[in-house]
C-alpha cells in the first residue's frame, strides 16, 4: 500500500534548524520523485524542491537557496528535509509529495507537518 | 519565480459552472504542457484534479476539465456540488526545471 508518512509538529526557536521526515513505502521510493510543499497559515502553496531517492539529485527553489538541504536514506526509504536559519516567515505546514519522472503531476501526499517558528 | 496568478475567488450556484484561470509567462504555463490543478479542502492536503492541462486522474469527477490558451490554464467545474467547496491551486513546470504554485482560489458555493 503506498503511503508518504511524515514526522510530528515541531517548535524551534529563531535562528535555529529543523529537519522534517517523509517515510515512503519501497516502491515509491524506487519509482517516484519526492517534492516539498509548504503552507504558511492562511496563505498559499509554495514548492520548495525535489529530490531523486535513488541518486540524491536535488534541485531546489531559488527562494531557499543555501537554507534547504533535502536528503535520504535508502535503508529506510525515507527522505529528509532540512530548513536552517528559521525566521517567522518559516511558520508553515511542510507536505512531502511524489511525482513519476517527468509526469509533472504530484499524485500522492503526505499528511503534513506543522513547523512554528517562535521564541 | 513568481507564483502564477489566480482569481481570489470564484463562486457559483450548485448545477452552475465556473471557470478558475491560472495565469503565467511563456517560461511556465505557456512554454510546457505541464500544468496541474490541486483541490485542498481546509486542514486537508491538497489532491490532484487534472494533469497534464487536460487530464483527469481515476476516481476524480469528469465534472472537472482543463485547458490552455497561451500563458492562462484554465479549470472548469461543471454541476458545481456543495462538496466543490475549497480551494484551488494551479502549477506549473518552469523554465529553469522547478514548479511554480498559483496564488490559489476560493471556490464558494452559493
Known amino acids: 500500500q503506498e503511503h508518504l508518512v511524515q514526522s510530528g509538529a515541531e517548535v524551534k526557536e529563531p535562528g535555529a534548524s529543523v529537519k522534517v521526515s517523509c517515510k515512503a513505502s519501497?516502491?515509491?521510493?524506487?519509482?517516484?520523485?519526492i517534492h516539498w510543499v509548504r503552507q504558511a497559515p492562511g496563505q498559499g502553496l509554495e514548492w520548495m524542491g525535489t529530490i531523486r531517492p535513488t541518486t540524491s539529485y536535488t534541485k531546489y527553489a531559488q527562494n531557499f537557496q543555501g537554507r534547504l538541504s533535502m536528503t535520504r536514506d535508502t535503508s529506510t526509504s525515507t527522505v529528509y528535509m532540512d530548513v536552517s536559519s528559521l525566521t517567522s516567515e518559516d511558520t508553515a505546514v511542510y507536505f512531502c509529495?511524489?511525482?513519476?519522472?517527468?509526469?509533472?503531476?504530484?499524485?500522492?501526499w503526505g499528511q503534513g507537518t506543522l513547523v512554528t517558528v517562535s521564541s | 519565480q513568481s507564483a502564477l496568478t489566480q482569481p481570489a475567488s470564484v463562486s457559483g450556484s450548485p448545477g452552475q459552472s465556473i471557470t478558475i484561470s491560472c495565469t503565467g509567462s511563456s517560461s511556465d504555463v505557456g512554454g510546457y504542457n505541464h500544468v496541474s490543478w490541486y483541490q485542498q479542502h481546509p486542514d486537508k492536503a491538497p489532491k490532484l484534479m487534472i494533469y497534464e492541462v487536460t487530464n483527469r486522474p481515476s476516481g476524480v469527477s469528469n465534472r472537472f476539465s482543463g485547458s490552455k490558451s497561451g500563458n492562462t490554464a484554465s479549470l472548469t467545474i461543471s454541476g458545481l456540488q456543495a462538496e466543490d467547496e475549497a480551494d484551488y491551486y494551479c502549477?506549473?513546470?518552469?523554465?529553469?526545471?522547478?514548479?511554480?504554485f498559483g496564488t490559489g482560489t476560493k471556490v464558494t458555493v452559493l
Open positions: 509529495t511524489r511525482e513519476c519522472p517527468a509526469c509533472a503531476k504530484f499524485d500522492f
Open positions: 502549477t506549473s513546470f518552469t523554465s529553469i526545471h522547478t514548479y511554480v
Open positions: 519501497p516502491y515509491t521510493f524506487t519509482n517516484y520523485y
